[in-house]
T-cell receptor, first 114, second 110 residues
Framework: DGGITQSPKYLFRKEGQNVTLSCEQN?????MYWYRQDPGQGLRLIYY???????QKGDIAEGYSVSREKKESFPLTVTSAQKNPTAFYLC?????????????FGQGTRLTVV | GDSVTQMEGPVTLSEEAFLTINCTYT??????LFWYVQYPGEGLQLLLK?????DKGSNKGFEATYRKETTSFHLEKGSVQVSDSAVYFC?????????FGKGTRLHILP
């Protein structure tokens, strides 16, 4: 089945550690996105990528890093510089850069700092 | 900058009641507009979309009309069910970014 797979579903991190969230898609989509969801805040864009080996900062990129070495993969690293990383992280993809296409979402990863 | 504003929740209704969730947007040009639904612990699913003025998106009994004159895209359903309980997000897309509202939690009582 085509779709977006995020792993793991739950992740625990000690303070001061980096952690990487996985996002893989087999939809052959060009664009991929990372959003952070906090209660009452909606979805806030962290990073997005329109093409392999290129990505742009979103509204809250500080303390995060990404890579796009393959079309189907867009991992997100939450670094120790992110002061409040506990949140629900959502990865999404869309077919292209056109303004008409919707985003397709993974099931999310819930990150908790312990 | 571009933004989406939707009514704050939670919204609590009885089964078979009429639903409206308001959404307005601020954007230059002609964005595409979307409604997404999120069930507990899951990602977002596209509910419906509209790509130009006066378009009506519809799915599973939900409808929304792209009103450029009022910059609105209100979600409606004539008779809600308990299974419609979820969080609903209004969103717009213009070029690279997709921008979401803060979400509206809907509770339907049997």
């Amino acid at each position: 089945d085509g779709g977006i797979t995020q792993s793991p579903k739950y992740l625990f991190r000690k303070e001061g550690q980096n952690v990487t969230l996985s996002c893989e898609q087999n939809l052959n989509h060009d664009a991929m996105y990372w959003y952070r969801q906090d209660p009452g805040q909606g979805l806030r864009l962290i990073y997005y990528s329109q093409i392999v080996n290129d990505f742009q900062k979103g509204d809250i990129a500080e303390g995060y890093s990404v890579s796009r070495e393959k079309k189907e993969s867009f991992p997100l690293t939450v670094t120790s510089a992110q002061k409040n990383p506990t949140a629900f992280y959502l990865c999404a993809s869309s077919p292209g850069t056109g303004g008409f296409t919707e985003a397709f979402f993974g099931q999310g990863t819930r990150l908790t700092v312990v | 900058g571009d933004s989406v504003t939707q009514m704050e929740g939670p919204v609590t209704l009885s089964e078979e009641a009429f639903l409206t969730i308001n959404c307005t947007y601020t954007a230059t040009g002609y964005p595409s507009l979307f409604w997404y639904v999120q069930y507990p612990g899951e990602g977002l699913q596209l509910l419906l979309k509209a790509t130009k003025a006066d378009d009506k998106g519809s799915n599973k009994g939900f409808e929304a009309t792209y009103r450029k004159e009022t910059t609105s895209f209100h979600l409606e359903k004539g008779s809600v069910q308990v299974s419609d309980s979820a969080v609903y997000f209004c969103a717009l897309r213009k070029s690279d970014k997709i921008i979401f509202g803060k979400g509206t939690r809907l509770h339907i009582l049997p």
